[in-house]
């Protein structure tokens, strides 16, 4: 079974700013196949992006995906009121499909 | 736009059985891979089970030790998960997720609001 690990536990910025969130995975993620979702409380989470860089449809260009193998980061590039909230990585490269624990993006 | 409503959740004891159903809408079912993902009260997202297309092929995650069935029937647009000896750490939200393929399983682009299965004497 793939581990992701994502850090910081939790993020905690101003809106304006930037974001970048970690999702590191062991053993390494077959071919990029990796995803980012966004859950608000009460809320199903909602896929923000696939294939590691690829955004889902509807999501703003200031959510951005990148890495592969090991290493993934999502960047929110200005962070909106709206962005604040819980993120998790996924592989689904190889199965079991996974999830990372978790960060949680709050208002600084 | 794709929809999905979970339902059949509630209170259960341990050891009793649930089936929880998931009625999709706004797209074609019969092209997409289904699954379940559940998220435990203040914890993070869990896949549960997937069943593809045709229902040929069929998945469970490891930590169920075979007590769910997942199931669909595409002509009432509906999935399916019946639930048997109930643990107490089966205790979720319960999710059903429209898959899109990798190789080793599915992203999941589209989910329904879910539905809470409490399992408590």
């Known amino acids: 079974e793939i581990v992701l690990t994502q850090s910081p536990g939790t993020l905690s910025l101003s809106p304006g700013e930037r974001a970048t969130l970690s999702c590191r995975a062991s053993?390494?993620?077959?071919?990029?196949?990796l995803a980012w979702y966004q859950q608000k409380p009460g809320q199903a989470p909602r896929l923000l992006i696939y294939?590691?860089?690829n955004r889902a449809t509807g999501i703003p260009d200031r959510f951005s995906g990148s890495g592969s193998g090991t290493d993934f980061t999502l960047t929110i590039s200005r962070l909106e009121p709206d962005d604040f909230a819980v993120y998790y990585c996924q592989q689904y490269g190889t199965s079991p499909v996974t999830f990372g624990q978790g960060t949680k993006l709050e208002t600084k | 736009e794709a929809q999905m409503v979970e339902s059949g959740g509630g209170l259960v004891k341990p050891g009793g059985s649930l089936r929880l159903s998931c009625v999709a809408s706004g797209f074609v079912l019969s092209s997409y891979s289904l699954n379940w993902v559940r998220q435990a009260p203040g914890k993070g997202l869990e896949w549960v089970a997937s069943i593809s297309s045709s229902s040929r092929y069929i998945s469970y995650a490891d930590s169920l030790e075979g007590r769910f069935i997942i199931s669909r029937d595409n002509a009432k647009r509906s999935l399916f998960l019946q639930m048997n000896s109930l643990r107490a750490e089966d205790t979720a939200v319960y999710y059903c997720?429209?898959?899109?393929?990798?190789?080793?399983?599915?992203?999941?682009?589209?989910w329904g609001q879910g539905t809470l299965v409490t399992v408590s004497s």
């Open positions: 053993p390494p993620v077959s071919a990029r196949f």
């Open positions: 294939g590691a860089t």
């Open positions: 997720a429209r898959g899109v393929s990798g190789t080793g399983g599915d992203h999941f682009d589209s």
